[in-house]
C-alpha cells in the first residue's frame, strides 16, 4: 500500500535521530496512523461505490444513506414547488346545499300542507388567462346542479320562498340536472400615470365578458345576497324589481350573456369607490331569446351602478345606487315593452357584531304588479353568546302594488277584450318577514333553521297570511 510505504520511509528517516525503545514505539504509532488512514480510504471507495447508485440499500454506510434521503427530499421539494408554481392562480370552490321546506295548507297552490326538499351543488373554478402587457386576464366557470322544487304557494309578489329551487318544471322530478352556469373572460387593465408598476396601482379598469350571474356585479349586498347561507325568500336575495319582478330579464336560472366595463378607485383605504356599465341579452316573453342564446342581443338589459365604501365609527360599509333599462321587460299581461327603473342597495357594519342592510327599488316605467320595494333588516354574528361563527338574521319586506295592477285587477274579461281576470282586487302592499338562525357546526358544515312569514300574500286583503318553515344544510369549501 502506498499509505504503508511512505510510514516506512518515514520511520527509516528518523532512525538516526532516535534510538532503540523510541524507534519502536515511533513505528508502532505510524502504523497505527496507517492502519485508521487505510481504513478511512475504504470508508471514502465504499461512499462512491453507494452514492453512484440511485438506490438505497441497508447494507450502505449510514452517512450515504442519509445524503440520498436528503437528496430525495430536496427533488420532492422541488418537485412540489413547480406544481405550486403551475397552480399558482388557479383557486376551486365548492358547495352542496340542501334544504326542506314546509307550508301550510291555506298558503299552497294545492290547497293542502305541503313539504318538500331539495337540493343544490355549485363548483366553481377561476383560472390565470394571460397577461398583455401590464393587463392581467381571468377565467371563470361556474357548474351548477341540483334537484326537487320549492314548496308551491298561492300567487304572490315574492318570487320564492326558497331560491335555491334548481330544477324546473320541463325537467323530470326523477332526473339530476346540470348546467354550464358562467362562463366568462376578464381582462384587468391597470391605469398607470408613468410611474410605479402594475403591482402599486390604485385605479383599475375590468373589462368582462361571457355567460354570467348579473347579480354578481350589481346590487351586491354583504348581508343579504347569498341564499344558500342567508336570508331564503327571494324578495331579500337581490332587488324584488330586478329579481321576483323579472326586470332582471336573464334565463330560467338567472344568467345571460352580456359584457361589463368597470372602473375601480382604491386610493383611499376605506373610501374605495367605482362604476360599472353591464349590457346582457333578455329573454323577454319568447322561448327562445337573447339570454339563453336562442336570438341576438338587441333591445338589451342595460345596467348604470354607482359603488362606494364608507366607514361608520371606523366599521366598514358598502354602498350603491343604480339604473336599469330592459328593452324586453314583460308585463302581468305578457306583453313586451321598454322597463326602466332605479335602486339602491346599502350594507353597513354599525358594531363589532352587527350588520344593517337595506334595499329599495323604484319602477320608472313598465306594466308591473309592484312598483315600489322596500327591504331591511340585520345580521348579528354570535360573538356575544361566544359563538362568533354563528349568525342570526332578520329581514322586513314590502312589495306596494302598482295603480295600473290595482285597476286591472278589478277588470272581468266578460268581453273577451283581452284583459285578464286575477281573480282578486290587488291593493296596498304585500309585506314579508324572515328570520334564520345559522349554526357552525364545523368549518365545512352549516345548519340554518328558517322561517317565513307572507301576509297579504299577492296584495290580497282577503287572502290569508302565508307561513312557511324550513331547515338548510350546506357543506362546502
Request: proline share 3%.
Amino acid at each position: 500500500m502506498r499509505i504503508t510505504r511512505i510510514a516506512l520511509a518515514l520511520a527509516l528517516m528518523g532512525g538516526s535521530a532516535f534510538a532503540g525503545e523510541d524507534i519502536q514505539a515511533l513505528k508502532a504509532e505510524v502504523r497505527r496512523l496507517a492502519q485508521r488512514l487505510e481504513v478511512l480510504e475504504n470508508h471514502n471507495q465504499d461512499m462512491e461505490r453507494a452514492l453512484a447508485s440511485d438506490r438505497v440499500s441497508e447494507k450502505e454506510p449510514e452517512m450515504a444513506t442519509r445524503l440520498k434521503a436528503v437528496e430525495i427530499q430536496t427533488l420532492s421539494m422541488r418537485k412540489q414547488a413547480r406544481q405550486i408554481e403551475s397552480l399558482e392562480g388557479i383557486t376551486v370552490g365548492a358547495s352542496l346545499t340542501g334544504v326542506m321546506q314546509s307550508a301550510i295548507a291555506g298558503g299552497t297552490a294545492s290547497g293542502e300542507r305541503e313539504t318538500l326538499a331539495n337540493y343544490r351543488g355549485d363548483v366553481s373554478v377561476t383560472l390565470p388567462g394571460g397577461e398583455i402587457g401590464n393587463t392581467d386576464g381571468q377565467i371563470f366557470a361556474h357548474l351548477r346542479l341540483g334537484q326537487g322544487e320549492g314548496v308551491r304557494l298561492l300567487p304572490t309578489y315574492t318570487g320564492t320562498p326558497n331560491s335555491t329551487a334548481f330544477r324546473v318544471g320541463s325537467v323530470a322530478a326523477d332526473d339530476s340536472f346540470g348546467i354550464l352556469a358562467q362562463a366568462w373572460y376578464q381582462l384587468k387593465v391597470p391605469l398607470l400615470d408613468g410611474q410605479g408598476s402594475k403591482t402599486s396601482a390604485r385605479e383599475h379598469l375590468h373589462i368582462t365578458f361571457g355567460k354570467i350571474d348579473p347579480f354578481v356585479f350589481f346590487d351586491q349586498n354583504a348581508a343579504a345576497d347569498d341564499e344558500s347561507s342567508k336570508f331564503l325568500n327571494n324578495v331579500f336575495v337581490h332587488n324584488p324589481l330586478l329579481d321576483s319582478g323579472g326586470d332582471i330579464g336573464a334565463d330560467l336560472y338567472g344568467f345571460a350573456p352580456g359584457a361589463i366595463l368597470q372602473y375601480r378607485n382604491e386610493r383611499d383605504k376605506g373610501a374605495e369607490w367605482g362604476t360599472s356599465l353591464g349590457l346582457f341579452g333578455t329573454a323577454g316573453n319568447r322561448t327562445a331569446n337573447g339570454a339563453n342564446f336562442g336570438r341576438g342581443l338587441g333591445s338589451p338589459l342595460i345596467i348604470l351602478q354607482a359603488q362606494s365604501a364608507a366607514r361608520f365609527n371606523y366599521l366598514p360599509g358598502n354602498y350603491r345606487a343604480y339604473l336599469w333599462r330592459n328593452g324586453r321587460g314583460v308585463g302581468y299581461d305578457n306583453a313586451e315593452r321598454h322597463h326602466v327603473g332605479f335602486g339602491v342597495s346599502a350594507d353597513q357594519k354599525v358594531a363589532d357584531d352587527l350588520t344593517l342592510f337595506g334595499r329599495y327599488g323604484h319602477q320608472l316605467r313598465g306594466n308591473v304588479r309592484f312598483d315600489r320595494a322596500l327591504t331591511a333588516g340585520a345580521e348579528l354574528t354570535g360573538g356575544p353568546w361566544k359563538r362568533a361563527a354563528d349568525s342570526l338574521g332578520f329581514a322586513v319586506g314590502a312589495l306596494r302594488t302598482s295603480r295600473r295592477f290595482r285597476n286591472d285587477s278589478l277588470v272581468i274579461d266578460a268581453n273577451g277584450d283581452g284583459i285578464a281576470d286575477f281573480g282578486y282586487q290587488a291593493s296596498g302592499s304585500e309585506e314579508q318577514l324572515e328570520l334564520y338562525y345559522r349554526y357552525r357546526v364545523n368549518s365545512r358544515f352549516e345548519l340554518t333553521p328558517d322561517i317565513q312569514w307572507i301576509r297579504r300574500p299577492g296584495a290580497d286583503g282577503a287572502a290569508q297570511a302565508i307561513t312557511v318553515a324550513g331547515l338548510r344544510a350546506k357543506v362546502g369549501f
